[in-house]
């Protein structure tokens, strides 16, 4: 049994609130507003400014786009060359809104486009190498047609997540377990990466072949990195993005025993 679905059809995870914040902005009511922004503890200045740019982020047709769950930049664009993102450059995608409001249409965005497809592929390759069928029961159309049309108190309520479920599990959970915020539970990439594995990391980043492919700017991502080794910031994903990349590389395009088709391009073309 896999749990996939219940954040994105209860709005569950931080992401969300600000799209919440900004349908109370958008609809005037300033009271309500004020309480769920003191309830999450951003009173100062600074903190309501920062969250005023999260509601516009959220009320536009396509939100935190290139956002890791925190917030900040997953890929790093501005350490790619200048070559490979005139390249690969595409049209920001529109997703479609079929809500009036801006929560129900980020739900249903990470539902539909982003979030839960990419993570059921990945679901789905984990439990069949291991012959094992997932089945995700919060995914049912009929529980989340009832999560799309509940009231958005019933979801995010005065710094509190998943409302309705916590409310339906006061009987069979203590305050502490049924009210406790939300934790992520992941491999500690970034403190591996930034401890016992920091050397590892730079061996398979700064190499010749890894620039000479022409994707990543050497002098922009050595600095990127090192700064996260001295403690700047905290999403270590971009470091592990490179490290597969060159990987992939190496085994498709630098091995000899990879038998490429006729018409293909060497590797040293697809650097250019």
């Not at 890791?68 to 005139?86: N, W, Y």
Request: proline letters at 7%; aromatic letters at 12%; one cysteine or more.
């Amino acid at each position: 049994m896999d749990g996939s679905g219940i954040d994105e059809g209860l709005a569950g995870y931080e992401r969300f609130r600000p799209a919440r914040w900004a349908d109370l902005l958008l609809s005037g009511e300033w009271q309500a507003l004020n309480r769920e922004l003191e309830a999450g503890g951003i009173a100062t200045p600074r903190a309501r400014w920062h969250a005023l740019s999260q509601m516009h982020a959220a009320a536009g047709r396509c939100g935190d786009l290139g956002k890791a769950q925190d917030l900040t930049s997953s890929v790093r664009p501005d350490c790619l060359t200048v070559d490979f993102v005139s390249r690969a450059a595409r049209p920001v995608p529109e997703f479609a809104r079929p809500f009036p409001d801006c929560l129900r249409n980020l739900m249903y965005r990470e539902l539909r486009y982003t979030k839960l497809p990419r993570a059921l592929r990945f679901r789905d390759r984990l439990s069949m190498a291991v012959g094992t069928e997932l089945r995700p029961p919060f995914l049912d159309h009929r529980l989340l047609a009832y999560e799309f049309a509940l009231p958005p108190e019933e979801l995010i309520c005065l710094g509190v997540s998943k409302v309705l479920l916590r409310r339906a599990a006061a009987r069979l959970l203590p305050g502490a377990v049924r009210l406790a915020s939300k934790r992520s539970v992941q491999t500690p990439q970034r403190e591996w990466f930034r401890g016992p594995l920091q050397q590892w990391v730079r061996e398979r980043i700064d190499t010749p072949s890894f620039w000479k492919r022409g994707w990543v700017d050497r002098t922009r991502a050595v600095q990127a990195m090192e700064a996260f080794f001295r403690g700047e910031g905290e999403n270590s994903f971009f470091l592990w993005q490179w490290i597969n990349l060159e990987v992939w590389a190496q085994q498709f395009f630098d091995s000899k025993a990879f038998d490429r088709a006729p018409g293909d391009q060497p590797a040293a073309a697809m650097s250019r």
